[in-house]
């Protein structure tokens, strides 16, 4: 079994855009920059915020945080974002989801210009994947692609099955395997035979949310396992979806938890921040 390392490659496309950071900033004289809007104090979220920012900085990006109180309102959240829409030194907006109840997250995401969706949630962006004409792509189905391509894994011809069917990661995950020649299959809490559907997979996308979920009997013989759970347990480690130590004797590539889809969830995110300042010297 290989083990897939997130980690070290996520650290090798943050140097890489690194570079195209440092050469944004020659050509336009300001540095790619991502405004992240963390609305009340879900813990994971924080957690998630900080590190974002962290990596921001860390490859020569500039990060412009705002922290809004859970009972802000819908009007003064979105005059923040209708703000940073405004705002030529901010490529790219990011609210963290989950948002507080009593907020509507889908007119505050609707107000990020589909250019400055670098988390590809945008009506605009979503429908350019599902026709296969490019735009920016969620971060972490956009990161499991990146681990696919980057181990050499084929996707063409391949069965692939999805766990899950969330709009950040299921979803979003079974069209770019679709627009990568994959035969996809999505399966859900509803689904009916789910252990023999997941058996079938050649690779398997476990994002249930649910720690230990895909045990080995759900797993064909050299399979390729990417597990996108980002579960607590009762002492606040983090958890896969995967129950890895039986899966590794089953799968011939697996991800980690922590260290496998997590890391290149934020490269993507700063992937596609650099990208869409650089369109904007077009
Ligand atoms: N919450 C969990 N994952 C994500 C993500 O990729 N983007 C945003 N904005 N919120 C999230």
């Not at 949630?121 to 391509?149: D, Q, R, W, Y």
């Not at 079974?174 to 023999?196: I, P, Q, R, W």
């Not at 980002?230 to 890895?244: A, I, M, N, Q, W």
Request: proline residues 4%.
């Amino acid at each position: 079994m290989t083990l897939i390392d997130g980690k070290g490659t996520a650290a090798a496309i943050r140097a890489e855009l690194a570079v195209r950071a440092a050469a944004f900033e020659q050509k336009s004289g300001k540095k790619a920059g991502l405004a992240v809007v963390l609305i009340g104090n879900n813990p994971a979220s924080q957690i998630y915020v900080r590190n974002k920012i962290k990596a921001c900085e860390e490859a020569g990006l500039r990060s412009f945080a705002h922290y809004l109180p859970a009972d802000v309102s819908q009007e003064e959240a979105l005059a923040l974002i209708c703000k940073l829409a405004a705002d030529g030194d901010v490529h790219g907006i990011l609210v963290q989801l989950p948002l507080p109840r009593g907020l509507d997250a889908a007119a505050l995401l609707a107000a990020i210009p589909a250019e400055k969706d670098v988390d590809g949630f945008s009506a605009e962006n979503i429908g350019k994947l599902a026709k296969n004409e490019g735009g920016t792509v969620a971060c972490t189905p956009l990161g499991v692609m990146e681990l696919l391509h980057r181990y050499r894994i084929p996707t063409a011809g391949r069965h692939a099955v999805v766990v899950g069917r969330s709009n950040i990661v299921g979803k979003p995950m079974a069209m770019l395997l679709l627009n990568a020649d994959a035969t996809v299959t999505v399966c859900h809490s509803k689904t009916v035979g789910l252990k023999e559907i997941c058996k079938e997979a050649d690779i398997l996308i476990a994002a249930v949310g649910k720690p230990k979920f895909i045990t080995a009997d759900m797993v064909k013989e050299g399979a390729v396992v990417i597990d996108v759970g980002t579960s607590r347990d009762e002492e606040g480690k983090l958890c896969g979806d995967v129950d890895f130590e039986a899966v590794s004797g089953v799968a011939s590539y697996l991800t980690p938890v922590p260290g496998g889809v997590g890391p290149m969830t934020i490269a993507m995110l700063l992937k596609n921040t650099v990208a869409a300042a650089e369109r904007t010297l077009k």
